[in-house]
């Protein structure tokens, strides 16, 4: 008896380790979608890993922050884009900028800010708390050539570039 004890045992244990052994991603064959839920195009996917970022593909897609974040103390993003539309000889650019900010603890004065060359406007000022996170969302009609959306709190920045969604580039 003590020996087929033994050997149900053994068994449990190694069915134990076999469910417990992570394999090693394959990111070459790497699908964000959820099979039977909701289908992800090569257009979503190429659009993510090029103004997302992608350790995999080893694309920078040139968000710049001023220090390292702490991802426990702080949850920040911001993302922007233009459309180019011209009207009888003048262009104007169609800007969207969203942005989310939420410090863990105490409150987070901060600014959303577009920047271009030699040129920046301020389209938002507020302070975020952890019960009201600062969220908001912009969208103008501008002349004016912005190529960066920024968040700023203090001397603290994220930024990361404007998408630029009917231009030649």
Known sequence: MEFRNKITMLAVLALLLATTIVA??????????????????????????????????GINA???????????????????????????????????VSWYIEPVAGQQDFEIVL???????????DVAFPDAPGINFYTEYLEDDFTHAKIVSGSDFLQVPIVKSNEDD
């Open 24 to 57: 090693e991603p394959d990111l070459n064959n790497f699908y964000p979608g959820i099979d039977g839920w909701a289908a992800v195009s090569d257009s979503e996917i190429d659009f993510c890993k090029k103004y997302g970022g992608s350790v995999e593909a």
């Open 62 to 96: 040139g968000a710049t922050s001023s220090i390292p974040i702490a991802l426990s103390q702080l949850t920040m993003t911001i993302q922007a884009d233009r459309e180019r539309f011209e009207i009888e000889g003048v262009v104007d650019y169609l800007y969207q």
């Open 115 to 125: 920047v271009g060359p030699g040129k920046t406007l301020e389209i938002d000022r």
